[in-house]
């Protein structure tokens, strides 16, 4: 057989077996987002993935923040808001850890698992703030962000496929699809501005049906605005781009979809117990350790690893 016949052939074996593969994937209407979406993770694939890097995760940060109160202070309101999340999202295993590293940063697993750190709670005042990036992380998670991100990676194989360049044999598309689906948790940690801007405007959605003001999303953005002008970068726009466009997207937001919400009365901010409860009980807790120069490296490496072919845009972990 001719090598480019041979190669032809080869190519749509391996194409025949990534439709195959993600046929197993079922074809999905996302009910937070209202799109069809091929799914290559399962649900019980995605709450897997996710508890099983949330350990190494918790210690690289420093692991959790040592006060029970405070803990349920932040799961307290994660569930308030996991509660408002459509279609079976209320019943994942949703998972609130509260980590006492002194970086700023957020970010979310597939399955439910949503992480915050103490520094940047600690730039906060008020607890609809805290309930804006727990619903943007949590948006992430009812959005499926990692698996789309997946989806597209294997689209990008698929096509390399195609060209012949990559793929040798069938066993080494099976293969990288398997080194794709495994290597799927960290894919959790970056998005793309499309999908932060979908994570920030359900993330409005979810703490205006818990009873917040959804204009605190618009401080939590000046916040982090405000940080990423200081001499350290928030780890924050390294899992998160910041772009101007995110804070108009928000005041557009809050000018039409969200206007009623925001006047609404009944949507508050929380200013006095968060205060008195979260910002007192941590100044009563020791400060924060540093984050050590060997979890840095191990978290910058984690993402790195996993992200592959992505490029990454932002700044990058740092240690002090
Ligand atoms: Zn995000």
């Not at 901010?269 to 490296?297: K, V």
Request: glycine share 8%; aromatic share 6%; proline share 5%.
């Amino acid at each position: 057989m001719p090598q480019f016949t041979r190669r032809l052939t080869r190519s749509l074996a391996a194409v025949a077996l990534l439709v195959g593969s993600t046929m197993l994937g079922a074809c999905t209407t996302n009910a937070a987002t209202g799109r069809t979406q091929l799914n290559l993770l399962s649900r019980s694939e995605e709450i897997q993935i996710g508890q099983e890097a949330a350990p190494e995760l918790i210690a690289a940060y420093g692991g959790r923040v040592p006060s029970d109160q405070l803990q349920s202070y932040v799961t307290d309101i994660g569930m308030k808001l996991a509660a408002q999340t459509e279609g079976e999202n209320p019943s994942l295993p949703w998972s609130f850890i509260f980590l006492n590293s002194d970086v700023i940063n957020a970010f979310a697993l597939p399955g439910g698992q949503v992480f915050i750190t103490r520094g940047l709670v600690e730039r906060m005042d008020n607890e609809a703030q805290l309930a804006g990036v727990l619903g943007h992380e949590i948006a992430h998670v009812t959005a499926r962000h990692a698996n789309n991100r997946l989806v597209r990676q294997a689209g990008l194989s698929l096509a390399a496929a195609i060209g012949g360049v990559v793929i040798g044999s069938d066993e080494d598309l099976q293969l990288l699809v398997n080194g794709l689906v495994t290597g799927a948790g960290v894919y959790a940690l970056t998005f793309d501005r499309g999908q932060e801007s979908e994570s920030d405007q359900l993330g409005m959605r979810y703490m205006a049906q818990a009873g917040y003001n959804p204009s605190a999303q618009l401080e939590v953005m000046r916040i982090l605005k405000d940080a990423s002008s200081g001499p350290r970068q928030p780890e924050w726009l390294s899992t998160h781009p910041l772009p101007e466009t995110r804070i108009e997207q928000i005041q557009e937001l809050l000018s039409e979809e969200f206007r009623a919400a925001a006047s609404n009365p009944a949507n508050q901010l929380y200013r006095d117990r968060f205060q008195s409860t979260m910002l007192q009980g941590l100044n009563a807790l020791p400060p924060a350790p540093a984050m050590t120069l060997r979890d840095a490296q191990f978290i910058e490496q984690w993402i790195a690893e996993h992200t592959e072919c992505e490029c990454h845009e932002h700044g990058s972990v740092s240690a002090r």
